[in-house]
């Protein structure tokens, strides 16, 4: 048959120039908007108070192959450290005995908020109706997997050739045991997929990756490399480089409902609740890994969350939404002050909890002591005598049979868990703000320490009904609950959790814990 | 010393920190455990990194089955709904956390597979320019089949990812999760690649429209994929359901369509069109459709169709659903025949009986690979003649 015009034209321009041509990824994008079309049931299964507009654009423009390898870049550089010179220098092996432990928590912790991620902004790529949008979130799944991946490497690595492996072998089933795991559940996970869709994205991107990934994720790595560990600053800043489009998706969220009248009604009340959710927890208990998991200090928790958190999110980029309506939040000020006290307070309930943990803790050394003292003045006389009073109780030796928890049970200060946050408090024996109200509900108790969570709780109770430890384990002795959650190392009898790292102490086994007698009681039935 | 380190001091290189460190290391280690997720049953001999990266990420308590924690969620929706729940699904299965991706494919190594396969595009694309190749593309089938029909298909390849956002919300397991992810993840880098395609020909022939005008409109309005859209639509927002959104999708709809619109159409019949350029692409895709094959039928067969406890019933229900979405894949594809009435026609190639010989390969494949493995009765031959009285 003739040839078309267009084959003549092609072959004539073929004659003049033979430049070999290819197809770049930004020029395929720029056809994505209009990728989707209009049909009846075109609409999100998550039901959001807000209206995402339809043409909302993504301001990293990527498509999958192209996001594919810019990804596959960064793992040959992170996997190469890691599989090569760190491991030729043995690395793994010269990292602090506190800060491996904290490596088990921080790192398998993280791994639950970076998966539950992924199931997030799932829900966000099927609620925002764009299809650059939607782009956006679908990087963000594909990166919440890799991050995952990357957590779990963290662990994977300190097992196969760290100093103590137990606890990162099996962080995914003995983490269910203690009080921390709940709160961080709330935070990280739950609270990032469970709600209106924009109140989801608002939790993780906008407060969690936004402001308080900028000290788990950045500060994080100074104070491993402080302490000998380089295999974190190599994953963590790995995971950070990803973490700037996940704050340009919040970021358009934000920018995506600006025009919607709900915006203005309830916007600032979701930002509110977010930031007391993601504080409460995060606020006492990275305070509490960086300075008490470690021996080596960066600088005080106060002054980093004073930067990260109150200057540069609560006051920059907070700022920066100022146009749309934004405001900072009505609780950023209680905050303020829990950054000063509250991860104190928690270390002390941590360490008298220390049986149900998948990790050594260790008690503050002279030295440690001297600086919360000089960093913290009023250290001593509130934590200071009690760890020493500990200590010289035995509180590392297992021929003591002393446990802390016992101190707490002499003295009469009751150990209760906020219903909402599900962070552990001791209302009568705390130095940060901490008020005990409890409320009745459906014939059952709920504890909570503060006005922000309480608020929370009474406009939807239905949604906090999550058990805690003295209620799980109510009249089960503290042994039978450990063996039963795992918590043993290979050999059977000694706990994984231990109430020192010294290379010469003894370890408790799980006959030690028996011996006790400890059975739980729920406090609340006291009242 | 000062236990405040300055100055990025490194404990591992600082002597003095070094020194501080290795005196507080035990002489041996404390545990001799050293693999991680060592409760892990492994699907081979041993357990591989994919098993140790991704197994029990998934924080579900013991209630959902396959779960290692205890208790509520700590918050749940608005109105009480839980964040995860067995009741998201009519299946049931007595661990959610078996699946397997036969090819073990953590994030590392599907993007970096992925990586290469677009490194390669940009190679050969720019082989192919400088080659000249266009010039041999059969005018019509350029113009009027890749600037309008394949153009099209992008839109139920892009209709098919979108389905997978709320299975990646909702589904009950991680490694489950992960492969939802990437088998979704695949579907529009199909429907980006095909875009690809059409760019890279407006910058070869003059005139040729990249825009997606004609093939939305084509999608949206015409004849040929009209079934295909409603069906695609139904999939994508019209079910709930997690576990069907996923069989739907992946093992009636597009084994059987996809598979004819991909296979039996622009790859069989590309070449005798003068077209070396579109298989480049439509390869790409059939190695997708089969490493997704491999994780849909790990998941509906090998996991679901022979649990221990529920297979029986899991097997009715994937067969009740077959009945649902069989007939609607059968009228995409009969309403798909309309296509051979817009091209030239080559004896045997695109003759009546060639087409149907094509339809007996999908269907064939497809009866042995997704119908057999549950039990699902079907007549081939009749469902065929149903399609074929699609054509022109």
Redesign the interface.
């Known amino acids: 048959?003739a040839?078309?015009?267009?084959?003549k034209?092609?072959?004539d321009?073929?004659a003049v120039n033979?430049?070999?041509?290819?197809?770049g990824a930004q020029?395929?994008h720029r056809?994505?908007q209009?990728?989707?079309?209009d049909?009846d049931?075109?609409?999100t299964?998550?039901s959001t108070k807000y209206k995402m507009a339809n043409d909302t654009k993504e301001q990293f423009k990527l498509?999958?192959?192209?996001?594919?390898?810019m990804?596959?870049?960064k793992?040959e550089r992170q996997?190469g450290s890691l599989q090569d010179v760190l491991t030729r220098?043995d690395?793994a092996?010269?990292?602090?005995?506190k800060w491996n432990e904290s490596m088990k928590v921080i790192s398998n912790f993280l791994?639950?908020g970076e998966?539950?991620a992924?199931?997030?902004?799932?829900?966000l790529?099927?609620s925002a109706t764009a299809p650059e949008q939607?782009?956006g979130y679908?990087g963000q799944?594909?990166d919440e997997?890799?991050h995952?991946?990357q957590c779990?490497?963290i662990?994977?690595y300190f097992?196969?050739?760290?100093?103590?492996?137990?606890g990162?072998?099996?962080a995914?089933?003995t983490r269910?045991i203690g009080p921390l795991w709940?709160?961080m559940?709330?935070v990280f996970?739950?609270?990032f997929?469970?709600?209106?869709a924009v109140e989801c994205s608002i939790n993780l991107q906008l407060v969690g990756e936004a402001c308080f990934t900028n000290p788990l994720i950045v500060a994080v790595t100074e104070w491993a490399?402080?302490?000998?560990?380089?295999m974190t600053p190599t994953v963590f800043l790995s995971i950070e480089t990803d973490e700037l489009r996940h704050m340009a998706n919040g970021y358009q969220t934000v920018v995506s409902i600006a025009n919607d009248e709900a915006a203005s009604k309830y916007l600032n009340t979701d930002l509110n609740n977010a930031f007391w959710t993601q504080q409460k927890y995060f606020t006492p208990v990275l305070g509490m890994m960086f300075e008490y998991g470690s021996?080596?200090?960066?600088?005080p928790w106060v002054k980093t969350w004073n930067r990260w958190v109150y200057e540069d999110w609560g006051g920059i980029w907070i700022g920066r939404l100022g146009k749309y309506g934004v405001e900072s939040p009505a609780s950023l000020r209680d905050a303020k002050k829990d950054a000063y006290w509250a991860h104190h307070d928690l270390f002390l309930l941590a360490y008298a909890l220390w049986p149900t943990g998948f990790f050594r803790l260790t008690l503050p050394t002279a030295?440690?002591a001297e600086?919360y003292e000089a960093n913290y003045p009023g250290w001593y006389d509130m934590y200071g005598k009690v760890y020493e009073e500990w200590r010289a109780r035995g509180c590392e030796d297992p021929s003591s049979g002393f446990l802390p928890l016992q101190w707490f049970a002499e003295n009469n200060h009751p150990i209760y868990i906020d219903r909402v946050s599900?962070v552990p408090f001791c209302p009568s024996y705390s130095k940060g703000a901490s008020t005990l109200r409890v409320l009745e509900f459906n014939g059952k108790k709920h504890s909570f320490s503060d006005q922000w969570g309480e608020r929370m709780w009474l406009s939807?109770p239905?949604?906090?009904?999550?058990?805690n430890i003295f209620e799980?384990y109510e009249g089960r002795e503290l042994s039978e609950v450990i063996a039963e959650g795992?918590g043993l190392?290979?050999d059977g009898k000694t706990l994984i959790s231990q109430p020192h790292?010294n290379?010469d102490g003894k370890?408790w086994t799980l006959d030690d814990i028996k011996k006790i007698g400890c059975v739980f009681a729920d406090p609340l039935k006291a009242l | 010393m000062s236990?405040?380190?300055s100055g990025g001091?490194?404990?591992?290189t600082d002597p003095v920190?070094?020194a501080?460190?290795?005196a507080?290391?035990?002489?041996q280690?404390?545990?001799?455990?050293?693999?991680?997720?060592?409760?892990v049953t492994p699907r081979g001999r041993r357990l591989n990194?994919y098993e140790?990266?991704?197994?029990?990420?998934?924080?579900t308590p013991d209630w959902i089955p396959g779960g290692?924690?205890?208790?509520?969620?700590?918050?749940?929706?608005?109105?009480?709904?839980?964040?995860?729940s067995n009741e998201s699904t009519e299946l049931h299965s007595t661990d959610w956390h078996k699946h397997r991706d036969p090819a073990f494919r953590?994030?590392?190594l599907?993007?970096?597979?992925?990586?290469e396969?677009?490194?390669y595009?940009?190679r050969f694309?720019?082989?192919y320019?400088?080659d000249?190749h266009?010039?041999s593309?059969?005018?019509v089938w350029?113009?009027e089949v890749l600037g309008d029909y394949l153009g099209a298909f992008?839109?139920s390849e892009?209709g098919l990812f979108?389905s997978?956002?709320?299975?990646?919300?909702?589904c009950l397991g991680?490694t489950l999760?992960?492969s939802s992810?990437m088998i979704?993840?695949?579907k529009?880098?199909n429907?980006?690649?095909i875009?690809?395609e059409r760019?890279?020909l407006a910058?070869?022939?003059?005139?040729?429209d990249?825009?997606?005008?004609v093939p939305?409109n084509e999608?949206?309005k015409g004849s040929i994929y009209k079934g295909a859209r409603e069906t695609v639509?139904?999939i994508?927002?019209?079910t709930?359901d997690w576990n069907e959104i996923l069989f739907s999708g992946h093992m009636v709809y597009d084994p059987l369509f996809g598979q004819f619109v991909r296979r039996e159409f622009f790859l069989r019949l590309s070449a005798y069109y003068g077209d070396n350029l579109t298989p480049f692409f439509i390869n790409q895709m059939q190695l997708y459709h089969s490493q997704t094959k491999g994780i849909t039928t790990d998941m509906f067969h090998t996991c679901l169709a022979d649990d221990p406890e529920f297979g029986d019933y899991n097997k009715r229900l994937l067969r009740a659903w077959s009945d649902k979405w069989l007939p609607r894949t059968v009228n995409a594809l009969k309403d798909f025949m309309g296509i051979f009435a817009k091209i030239?026609e080559i004896k045997g190639v695109t003759s009546k009986d060639a087409i149907e010989a094509a339809l007996e390969r999908v269907f064939d494949d497809w009866k042995r690979d997704y119908a057999d493995p549950i039990g699902y009765k079907v007549d081939t031959s009749a469902l065929i003649k149903t399609v074929l009285t699609g054509l022109k």
């Open positions: 048959m040839i078309s015009t267009a084959t034209a092609a072959t321009a073929l033979r430049a070999p041509v290819s197809v020029e395929v056809w994505l209009s990728f989707t079309w049909f049931k075109n609409r299964k998550y498509i999958a192959k192209e996001y594919a390898r990804e596959s870049v793992d996997f220098v690395a092996n010269r990292v602090h005995p791994e639950v998966y539950n992924i199931a997030a902004t799932g829900m790529w099927d939607k782009n679908l799944v594909m997997i890799r995952t991946n779990g490497y662990n994977y097992a196969k050739q760290g100093q103590d492996a137990a990162h072998n099996d995914r089933r269910a709940k709160g559940k709330r996970s739950d609270g997929i469970s709600g209106d490399s402080a302490n000998g560990d380089e021996h080596f200090k960066v600088e030295e440690e600086w599900q939807e239905e949604r906090y009904e999550c058990q799980q795992h190392r290979s790292t290379k370890l | 236990i405040e380190v001091r490194r404990g591992l920190i070094a501080t460190i290795l507080a290391i035990p002489d280690p404390l545990e001799t455990q050293r693999k991680m997720n060592y409760f990194e140790v990266l991704c197994c029990y990420t998934q924080p290692l924690d205890w208790g509520d969620w700590t918050q749940k929706f608005h109105g009480g709904r839980p964040s995860w953590w994030h590392a599907y993007v970096k597979d992925k990586a396969e677009w490194r595009t940009d694309l720019k082989a320019s400088a000249g266009v010039r593309i059969d005018p350029r113009d992008g839109f892009y979108n997978h956002s709320s299975v990646v919300r909702d991680d999760r992960m992810a979704g993840l695949d529009v880098d429907a980006q690649m875009q690809a760019t890279f910058k070869l022939v003059p005139g040729f990249e825009s997606t005008d939305k999608w949206t639509e139904e994508w927002q019209g709930y030239p």
